[in-house]
């Protein structure tokens, strides 16, 4: 892992936003497990009555939760890389970092464009059963492919900074 180099505007502002994200991530975990628990007592005692729009709550949770949890990944490097080589020394880690950073940001920029796209068709349509606006689920996509450009940059650019002091 590639230490920040600064701590300039940009990078307090990426650290408020990751803040407000993990916050996000463990509000959604709490969202998914309330209609999951309604589903799993109604399904095996008779207190509760059977509730149709659990299910659909629980899969817009998930999907929040996974989204949110993949752009803390990216952000934190635990997230797109596959430890193949042994440990490697700062100049090739920061080669590494570029290298697979370049893959993220392509997926970033697919899941923008593409995830747009996808959020615009949803934008006049409603849930069935909970009847929420189902953009409300589609904007985790390019979300999340404009969290992964900002945090991949990030990234890319200190092992910039970190190849340039090593030939300097």
Do not use: K, N
């Not at 916050?23 to 709490?30: D, E, H, K, R």
């Not at 589903?39 to 989204?67: D, G, K, N």
């Not at 910039?160 to 090593?166: A, F, G, K, Q, S």
């Amino acid at each position: 892992m590639i230490e920040p180099q600064r701590a300039g505007p940009l990078r307090r502002l990426a650290d408020a936003y990751a803040a407000l994200l993990r916050g996000l991530l463990g509000f959604s975990v709490l969202v998914l497990v309330f209609p999951v628990s309604l589903q799993v007592f109604s399904r095996y005692t008779a207190v509760i009555p059977h509730y149709i729009w659990t299910e659909e709550m629980a899969r817009f949770a998930l999907v929040w939760m996974v989204m949110l949890g993949a752009i803390l990944a990216v952000r934190e490097g635990t997230h797109f890389i596959v430890d193949v080589f042994p440990v490697l020394s700062p100049r090739s880690t920061a080669v590494m970092e570029l290298v697979s950073g370049a893959f993220v940001l392509v997926m970033a920029v697919v899941f923008l464009f593409w995830g747009w796209e996808f959020t615009e068709f949803a934008f006049y349509r409603i849930s069935e059963m909970a009847e929420l606006p189902l953009w409300l689920i589609h904007i985790a996509w390019p979300l999340a492919g404009l969290s992964w450009l900002l945090f991949m940059g990030q990234r890319m650019a200190d092992a910039v900074v970190l190849l340039r002091e090593r030939t300097a």
